[in-house]
């Protein structure tokens, strides 16, 4: 079973748009501290990705299956983990379910996956090194 991290945010007023609801583009800015927070809990941040093994992380593909509004002051459960590792990428798997009082069944918000492809300096793919693949199957 992979590692889950749960990240708990409160949804903040700059995602608002004219309806008075959160907008469809900012959820994946939502999830992106979800992975933040997920590559820090294996020990790898992006940024350390970067120094340790000269690599960028450079995004594939999303995809958002939006389930329910998210409104500001909204507290969001952000559950991250890793579903998919290739060779040069890897698939976060991610939702978001919102924090109610008294309801122990979260109210999921939306579903998203993001792949990441690892390249070097370059711009070319380049395999996933073997000390962060571990880290990855955790």
């Known amino acids: ?3 889950t991290e749960i990240t708990r945010l409160v949804v903040d007023r700059k995602f608002v748009d004219e309806y008075g609801h959160i907008n469809y583009l900012g959820f994946p800015e939502l999830f992106e501290a979800g992975q933040d ?7 790898f941040p992006f940024r350390e990705i970067q120094e340790k093994f000269g690599l960028r ?6 995809s958002v299956t939006y389930r329910g509004q998210l409104f500001p002051e909204d507290v ?11 060779n040069s990428s890897f698939t976060f798997r991610q939702i978001a379910e919102i924090e109610e009082e008294f309801i122990e069944d979260h109210q999921l918000a939306a579903e998203f996956e993001l792949v990441v492809v690892l390249c070097g300096a370059d711009g ?7 000390e962060l693949r571990k880290r990855l199957s955790l």
């Not at 969001?76 to 290739?86: A, F, L, Q, R, W």
């Not at 070319?124 to 073997?130: E, L, Q, R």
């Open 1 to 3: 079973m992979p590692r």
């Open 37 to 43: 927070a997920h590559m820090a809990g294996l020990g």
């Open 57 to 62: 992380s450079f995004v594939k593909a999303m």
């Open 76 to 86: 969001v459960h952000i559950k991250t983990e890793i579903s998919d590792i290739g």
């Open 124 to 130: 070319k793919k380049a395999s996933i090194p073997d």
